[in-house]
């Protein structure tokens, strides 16, 4: 089982900088595929960046250039900074963990094991 908290989110303008952090529970992390989902009202949850165990990433295409995903091991920790925010990112973030063997990189929410609780991001323009 594990468990996942997300924080860092908030409210920032246009242009501006975020950094969401997830800790997560359990001695199995550095083995576990991660993910950062979002959801915006009205809209399908989809996945935003993905990262295996090994420290390999996938990004949406909405986001490359502007988002990074990383982990620490040591920490389990995993962190998403974005950069350069756009209105259109305003969504609830979720953290993802478990997503199998390619599940991290198709970023489908299907492949998703566990889900934390979110953290709202509200970008204005």
């Known amino acids: 089982q594990v468990q996942l908290v997300e924080s860092g989110g908030g409210s920032v303008q246009s242009g501006g900088s975020l950094r969401l952090s997830c800790a997560a529970s359990?001695?199995?992390?550095?083995?576990?595929?991660m993910a950062w989902f979002r959801q915006a009202p009205g809209k399908e949850r989809e996945g935003v960046a993905g990262i295996n165990s090994g420290g390999s990433t996938s990004y949406a295409d909405s986001v490359k250039g502007r988002f990074t995903i990383s982990r620490d091991n040591a920490k389990n920790t995993l962190s998403l900074q974005m950069n350069s925010l756009k209105p259109e990112d305003t969504a609830m973030y979720y953290c993802?963990?478990?997503?199998?063997?390619?599940?991290?990189?198709?970023?489908?929410?299907?492949?998703?094991?566990?889900w934390g609780q979110g953290t709202q991001v509200t970008v204005s323009s």
């Open positions: 359990g001695n199995t992390y550095s083995s576990l595929s």
């Open positions: 993802a963990a478990d997503l199998g063997r390619l599940g991290w990189w198709f970023l489908r929410p299907t492949y998703v094991n566990y």
